[in-house]
C-alpha cells in the first residue's frame, strides 16, 4: 500500500508568491521522520527539510517550512516568496523506526512550476 | 567534496547483458542506497548498506546484486539486464547518526532495449 500520497501531480505558481505542497502519510510507528527533497530538471536529489515525529515545533529552512499536522498524518511543504529556481519535481518522503538505517519511502513527487 | 558520484551518467544495454553502476562518495558516510526511479512512482529502494561490510535488500531488490567494495564505494549490478529495467538510478549517502539527510549522486539514466 502507498504509505506516501502526493495528490498535486503538477501546479504553476507566479514567482514572489507562496506556494504549498501537500503530503500525507501512512504509519502505525509511533516514531518516523519525514522529509522534502527537490529534483530539478538536472536529475539530481536535493535534500530540504527534515520533520521528526516527536518534534514539538514546525521546521523551517530559509524559504521552505513544514507544516506538520500528525493527528491528520499530513506534512505539507510551504515555499514562500518562490523564484524561478524553484521551478522542480519536489518529492515527500518517510522513515519509520523499524527503518533504523536510513530507508526511505518517497511518494510520486509534485511537479511546480514557477513563473513569472 | 565531490560529494557522491556515479558512472556512468548514461547506458543502453540490450536484454540479457550485463553492467554495474559504480557509486562512490567522500563525505565518510557509513550507510550507502541505490534507488531506481520511474515516471510517477517516485524512488523506490533497490538495495542498502547500512555499513561497510552489511548490505540489505529494500522495496525492490529482484534482479540487482550490490558490493560495499569499502566505505567509499557501493555498486549495483544487473546480470541479466531486461525492458523492465530501464529507469533512472540513484545512489545516495548518509552519515552516522543523520539516516534522515541523504545526499543523492547525479544518477545514471539507463534503457534496456
Known amino acids: 500500500a502507498q504509505k506516501i500520497t502526493q495528490t498535486q501531480p503538477g501546479m504553476f505558481v507566479q514567482e514572489k508568491e507562496a506556494v504549498t505542497l501537500d503530503c500525507t502519510y501512512d504509519?502505525?510507528?509511533?516514531?518516523?521522520?519525514l522529509f522534502w527533497y527537490k529534483q530539478p530538471s538536472s536529475g539530481e536529489m536535493i535534500f530540504l527539510i527534515y520533520q521528526g515525529s516527536y518534534d514539538q515545533q514546525n521546521a523551517t529552512e530559509g524559504r521552505y517550512s513544514l507544516n506538520f499536522q500528525k493527528a491528520r498524518k499530513s506534512a505539507n511543504l510551504v515555499i514562500s516568496a518562490s523564484q524561478l529556481g524553484d521551478s522542480a519535481m519536489y518529492f515527500c518522503a518517510m522513515r519509520e523506526v523499524k527503518d533504523s538505517w536510513g530507508k526511505l519511502q518517497f511518494g510520486a513527487g509534485t511537479q511546480v512550476v514557477v513563473t513569472p | 567534496n565531490a560529494g557522491v558520484t556515479q558512472t556512468p551518467k548514461f547506458q543502453v544495454l540490450k536484454t540479457g547483458q550485463s553492467m554495474t553502476l559504480q557509486c562512490a562518495q567522500d563525505?565518510?558516510?557509513?550507510?550507502m542506497y541505490w534507488y531506481r526511479q520511474d515516471p510517477g512512482m517516485g524512488l523506490r529502494l533497490i538495495y542498502y548498506s547500512a555499513s561497510e561490510g552489511t548490505t540489505d535488500k529494500g522495496e525492490v531488490p529482484n534482479g540487482y546484486n550490490v558490493s560495499r567494495l569499502n566505505k567509499r564505494e557501493f555498486s549495483l549490478r544487473l546480470e541479466s539486464a531486461a525492458p523492465s529495467q530501464t529507469s533512472v538510478y540513484f545512489c545516495?549517502?548518509?552519515?552516522?547518526?543523520?539516516?534522515?539527510?541523504?545526499?543523492f549522486g547525479p544518477g545514471t539514466r539507463l534503457t534496456v532495449l
Open positions: 545516495a549517502s548518509s552519515p552516522i547518526g543523520r539516516a534522515h539527510e541523504q545526499f
Open positions: 563525505m565518510n558516510h557509513n550507510s
Open positions: 504509519t502505525s510507528d509511533p516514531s518516523y521522520g
